[in-house]
Structures are given as C-alpha cells and as structure tokens.
C-alpha cells in the first residue's frame, strides 16, 4: 500500500513539473530580434545577416516589444534552428502563444507567427 501512494506522488509531482507555471494565452507583438546580441548591446542589431546566421545556428531569437519588454520565442517556433523565423528576423510580427515568466526571464512559446499590420 506504501508502495501505491509513493507511486501516485512521484507521477503527481512529474505531471506537475511538467506543465508551465503560470502559463497564460496571449499575443505579444514585437519586433523579431537576436536575444543575445539585444541584450549584450541594448540595440538592435542592423545588421540583418549577422542576426540571420545567429539564428540559423539556433542562437535564440526573442520578440523586443515598443515598452522594451523582451521575450524569448521557443516551443515550435524556434524548432529546426528557427527556421519559421528566419524570414521574420527585425520585422514586426505579432505571436500568439503561452506566455510565461521565470526567474524574471520572459518567454513565449508558440506555433505560428503573422506578420503584424
């Protein structure tokens, strides 16, 4: 019987961590930039190719919003080394997805992605 009930916690405490604290449905809107460079520098970098080839070798690729706010793009998006992204690096998109904040990092993990109007 110990047995069950350490069995059924374990599987509770996986299933727990496994789902994303705090996660919530939302659309950030965004200018698509190369993370580390952004944050190193607190610019965005001009130059396209540079952010382009950063992002071919699967450096993270994050949204820079109009407040400054700067969230890191994972999940299906940033699969293949960001190649849903590629073609969207410094334009302005718009991603709808689960936003989340660790750490004080945040983050949106999404599918899709639409160029914003």
Do not use: W
């Amino acid at each position: 019987m110990r047995q069950f009930f350490s069995g059924i916690a374990a599987f509770a405490m996986v299933a727990t961590l496994g789902v994303p604290a705090f996660a919530k449905t939302g659309t950030v809107k965004g200018q698509v930039v190369d993370q580390e460079c952004y944050l190193r520098e607190k610019k965005v970098d001009a130059d396209k190719s540079c952010a382009v080839e950063c992002a071919k070798s699967g450096k993270p690729l994050a949204l820079l919003t109009n407040d400054g706010k700067v969230y890191e793009i994972t999940g299906g998006l940033a699969a293949n080394k960001n190649e849903k992204l590629i073609a969207h690096v410094l334009h302005t998109v718009e991603i709808t997805g689960d936003v989340t904040e660790k750490n004080g990092k945040l983050s949106i993990a999404a599918d899709s992605v639409k160029m914003a109007k």
